[in-house]
């Protein structure tokens, strides 16, 4: 089961630091870009990680303050539950 639960947290932490490359990418050539709804809920979904390395990485969306200041409070967030299941 706990292997189940690391390659569900790398397969999203990877979908969502590829979709911040990708969609730098499609910025820079003008192209058809993937939604803030779609970036946000790959943080959501526990890709949070993947999502500020990708944001830094690829310097994307790092002059957005909603994601700026709502990643690392997502990340938090995310860490409280964590340490919330595990000590249940």
Same mark, same amino acid.
């Given at each position: 089961? $706990?292997?189940?639960?690391? @390659?569900?947290? *790398?397969? *999203?932490?990877?979908? &969502?630091?590829?979709?911040?490359?990708?969609?730098? +990418?499609?910025? #820079?050539?003008?192209?058809?870009? *993937?939604?803030? #709804? =779609? @970036? !946000? @809920? $790959?943080?959501?979904?526990?890709? =949070?990680?993947?999502?500020? &390395?990708?944001?830094?990485?690829?310097?994307?969306? =790092? #002059?957005?303050? +909603?994601? =700026?200041?709502?990643?690392?409070?997502?990340?938090?967030?995310?860490?409280? $539950? *964590?340490? !919330?299941?595990?000590?249940?």
């Amino acid at each position: 089961m $706990l292997s189940i639960v690391y @390659l569900y947290f *790398i397969a *999203i932490n990877a979908a &969502a630091f590829a979709s911040m490359g990708i969609d730098k +990418s499609k910025a #820079k050539r003008g192209a058809y870009r *993937i939604s803030e #709804k =779609t @970036l !946000w @809920l $790959l943080a959501a979904a526990g890709g =949070t990680p993947g999502s500020l &390395a990708g944001m830094y990485l690829f310097r994307h969306k =790092t #002059k957005h303050a +909603s994601f =700026t200041g709502g990643m690392p409070l997502l990340l938090f967030v995310h860490a409280v $539950l *964590i340490v !919330w299941v595990i000590n249940r």
